[in-house]
């Protein structure tokens, strides 16, 4: 009865190399369907800022966004682009307004360190249009 022999240091080699190309393969199947799962509805995956598109500003025009602090989420509740005096509502049906003063598509709920009280008569906030800090 034969008894079988320990693998010498090749074939154990060998099986170690099977092992770990087994383990990469599945480990970029399972990379690649955690930045899939993103893009299928209902898996925790968020859905485009409509108001993200900012393909026809020029760089001045986006280095003014940056400059006047634009985000497209208020952190401050009572402060947002859609109860600025700045604030131009959107004339089409889509969610995203725009501003006097940023260019570009303007998140309702977005804030920039502009932000400034409406005044009744629509005229211009005190101090103008400068950005604020802090």
Not at 96 to 120: D, E, F, M, R
Request: glycine letters at 14%; proline letters at 10%; a positive charge.
């Amino acid at each position: 009865m034969g008894r079988s022999r320990p693998p010498d240091e090749g074939e154990q080699m060998a099986s170690q190399d099977l092992d770990r190309r087994r383990f990469l393969a599945q480990l970029g199947a399972l990379a690649t369907l955690g930045l899939s799962a993103p893009a299928i509805p209902g898996c925790g995956g968020r859905t485009a800022d409509p108001c993200s598109d900012l393909t026809g500003l020029s760089a001045q025009d986006r280095q003014t966004r940056v400059t006047y602090g634009y985000r497209s989420q208020t952190l401050i509740e009572a402060k947002r682009c859609d109860n600025c005096h700045f604030w131009k509502a959107a004339s089409g049906a889509g969610p995203c307004g725009s501003c006097t003063l940023v260019k570009g598509p303007i998140a309702p709920a977005g804030y920039c360190n502009s932000w400034a009280q409406p005044v009744p008569g629509g005229q211009a906030p005190p101090g103008g249009a400068p950005p604020q800090t802090g």
